[in-house]
């Protein structure tokens, strides 16, 4: 149990485009999801946490415009980077917890801005 | 703000070989988290521990929450080369409602 994805696994796209990575728990109601960036061989960064029907928080440093979250349902969180640019190529990782409980992580979403 | 310190940073060893990972802090946390993350994959987590003195085992690896829940190790025992990843201890805040602080991290290679 205590499955999350998220998709696209990997996307490429042009600077000043916008992307949209979703993040679903499969098989448990996510009441919090966190969203994560890794630059390589580092640490997870925290970049926001959403709770279910609420808006999102942000990490101090983290532009809240720039990086949209919505959090419609129980197991569906949704991240869009808009107006990309080749700084923002990262690793985004979301996870999903229940009740405040342990934190459980989808398999990430490599995104290259050319 | 809480801080978590992990060490080492990096570590390479040999087949067979035993080794210790170590998260510290100056704070207490509600619980703490080990996850172990392969290159370009989520983290997948290893254990929860929440008791002050609780010892978990998983196989070869040996995890404690220290007596004052400030402090964690992680020991592998006979580490063999599908061991290698990066090695995460996470802890949560009292009050944090599950909002995580990562250590640095542990990049693990095991040689055959």
Redesign the interface.
Known sequence: G?V?S?HPSRVICKSGTSVKIECRSLDFQAT?M?WYRQFP????M?MA?SNEGSKATYEQGVEKDKFLINHASLTLSTLTVTSAHPEDSS?Y?C?A?QW?????????T?LLVL | TQLLEQSPQFLSIQEGENLTVYCNSSSVFS?L?W?RQEP??????LV?VVTGGEVKKLKRLTFQFGDARKDSSLHITAAQPGDTGLY?C?G?APG?????I????T?LSVKP
């Not at chain 1, 405040?100 to 990430?108: I, L, M, N, R």
């Not at chain 2, 944090?96 to 995580?100: A, V």
Request: charged content about 15%.
């Open positions: 205590a999350v998220q919090t966190f061989k580092k640490s997870l925290l946490t690793f990782i996870s917890s405040g409980e342990t934190q459980y992580f989808g398999p990430g490599r | 619980s988290q996850y370009g994959e989520g983290p997948v987590l929860t995460l996470a949560a944090s409602q599950g909002n995580l990562f250590g640095k991290g990049k």
